[in-house]
């Protein structure tokens, strides 16, 4: 393929991508909600998961080579709106989100999810884990597995599960179970997008760590942006 045609195709693809985004912001029967988020506060959650790690040392043995990244802003961060009302769809992805073992931490620190979403628990490390939680909204216990291979809970019930590893008591990570779509994770800058919101009002809450943070009462209006900002 020659260098030309490979530009080509790039410059395609990429006028595509505009161009769904474009449209999501204007349809005039919806609204949309964008902003950035701004963390000011020291984050100590990464810091704490590496000194409670390097206590053990047959874990800091098998890891010794490894070098675990810090979370990012989207690995820990969520905004998201409440209750959506009994109107709105909420429709599963096809493709199962996952809440990924690797370096003795789950990845994402908070995972966001429709009601009724499937979500799948990969290991990648070379320890065994045992992913479990007794969390109101849904309960469970996957037993211990090695590296290769996965298992998968149905999230049937609205509320925040807190998840464990019963092996390696220092990993958590949160699943927010929603009833509604409107919800993302920023970028790695800060910024969000939540497209195609039905007017009304609402309550849009921002996540953070293993807590909410904040939530702000939002009006979107048809075919118009309505900016949101966050600080913590």
Known sequence: MSFFLRILIIVVAALGMLGRHSSAQSRPDVGRIEGKITVTTRDQIF??????????????HVHASTEPRPYTLSDKAVV?????????????PTKNPQLDQQDLMFRPLVLPVVVGTAV????????FHNVFSYSRAKEFDLGRYP????????????????VYCDIHAYMYA?????????????DDDG???????????YKLAFWYGRKK????????????????????
């Open 47 to 60: 810091e704490e998961m590496l000194r409670a790690r390097s206590l053990i040392r047959y874990d800091e």
């Open 80 to 92: 998201y709106i409440e209750t959506a009302g009994d109107d709105q769809k909420n429709q599963p």
């Open 120 to 127: 799948d628990f990969p290991n990648n490390d070379e320890v």
């Open 147 to 162: 590296k290769g291979q996965r298992r998968r809970v149905v999230f049937d019930e609205l509320g925040v599960v807190n």
């Open 174 to 186: 949160t699943v927010l179970v929603l009833d509604n779509p409107f919800f993302t994770v920023p």
């Open 191 to 201: 910024n969000y997008f939540i497209p195609s919101v039905p007017p009304g009002t």
């Open 213 to 232: 943070i904040e939530s702000k009462t939002v009006t979107i209006s048809p075919g118009e942006a309505t900016i949101v900002h966050f600080t913590y």
